[in-house]
């Protein structure tokens, strides 16, 4: 994203990436780095499950166990599907970062 992107532009952009990499419908992979929190966990498996069926889920702690990286894959109808799912996971309390 430039400086100049709108937020219109950026979820084009997004969209057509996501549509360009994976083949919908179909599952979606996700890795979600959060604190090691069980009600974060239990977060991240509510709305992925609310977006999809959970096709795998895997829980890797970090080394100190303050952070995990939840790695999951929910099947999904369409990019716009998983592009919300992106968002909502992003928008969770305890979330760092979504790949």
Do not use: W
Not at 18 to 37: K, W
């Amino acid at each position: 994203m430039t400086a100049h992107d709108s937020p219109e532009a950026e979820r084009k952009r997004d969209l057509e990436l996501i549509e360009a990499c994976y083949a919908f419908p179909g599952n979606f992979p996700l890795s979600v780095i959060a604190r090691n929190d069980e009600a974060v966990g239990a977060d991240i498996l509510a709305t992925a499950g609310a977006a999809g069926t959970i096709s795998t889920h895997e829980r890797q702690p970090s080394k100190g166990d303050k952070y995990v990286s939840h790695r999951l894959e929910v099947r999904v109808e369409n990019a716009s599907e998983a592009h919300a799912l992106r968002a909502a996971l992003r928008g969770l309390d305890g979330v760092m970062t979504v790949l």
